[in-house]
């Protein structure tokens, strides 16, 4: 009971971050919801409050409007923001759809979560790293797409360099003009 109480005290706290949320979820106040993680972990009930925030039922015959059963690959969706292809939804549809579009607008600012816990210093080296990195990632994904591009363009001869492009545009051109005085020289001979 304590994991899962600290577990709806980081939704919340990720809620109060995201203070937007929460007009969202007032709609649906009283509702109930249910979130199954794969074959093993139930984490029983969650009431939506009439504050927009999210506590646990603690009456276990409550039955849930809405049913959410998730797997480790619909975690990793929701926190690298892909589509959830690996979910199973069961009960109120319109709750669900306002959960999904939560989910993906969602955002969770570790910087401030460091500074709480570890210290400005700490928060503001972490940004600094996050940055570098996020930087690094950029730079090599371009290397890598521009050695890529190249290879195919020299080695492979898969991919036309802009010049050969244009080259191969001009001979076309060349070759309709051919073929229309060809026409017409065709035209005259046989009228």
Known sequence: ????TKMIDGVNHILHQNDWIKPHLLNFAGKVVELNYGNDL??????????GSLSLVKNAESQPSLTIKVSNRTIFQIITKQDLDDIEIQGDMKLAKKLSEVLKNLEWDLTLEID??????????YQRLSNKIITRIRDITKNIMETTVEYYQ???????????VKEFNDDVDELLIRFENLQRKYNEIFK
Not at 1 to 4: A, F, P, R, S
Not at 116 to 125: D, T, W
């Open 154 to 164: 020299e080695e492979n001869k898969v991919f036309a360099k802009p010049y050969q």
């Open 1 to 4: 009971m304590m994991v899962k």
């Open 116 to 125: 709480r816990y570890l210290g400005p210093q700490a928060a503001g080296l």
């Open 42 to 51: 139930v984490i029983q009930l969650m009431q939506i409050n009439n504050d």
